[in-house]
């Protein structure tokens, strides 16, 4: 199936809300996570599973705050940030 005129799986997907429910209660979207392949790639990148599920949730996280990184700059910021957090959940960098 293709989402975003992608063909192939990916480890996390993040579809921002962006609006109020009662009590003004800010919902920021939702994240759909891939277990398996979450499970492949601490492997593949020799990650303690957990710090990989950590690392996704972050990631998808700032996706919903508006972060992306379809270009070397955004990249560069959102990994960054990523870092600091990761950093700050006594977890280590996911990017050198």
Known sequence: MKYRKKNYPTNI????????????????????????????ES???NKKLESRWAHMVIHGMLHLIGYDHKNNEEQKKMEKIEN?????????????
């Open 43 to 45: 492997l593949k990148y």
């Open 84 to 96: 600091k957090i990761m950093l700050s959940l006594n977890y280590e960098k996911p990017y050198l």
């Open 13 to 40: 997907l993040s579809f921002q809300l962006n609006f109020f429910i009662k009590k003004n209660i800010n919902i920021l979207g939702d994240l759909v996570i891939c277990k398996n392949i979450i499970e492949k």
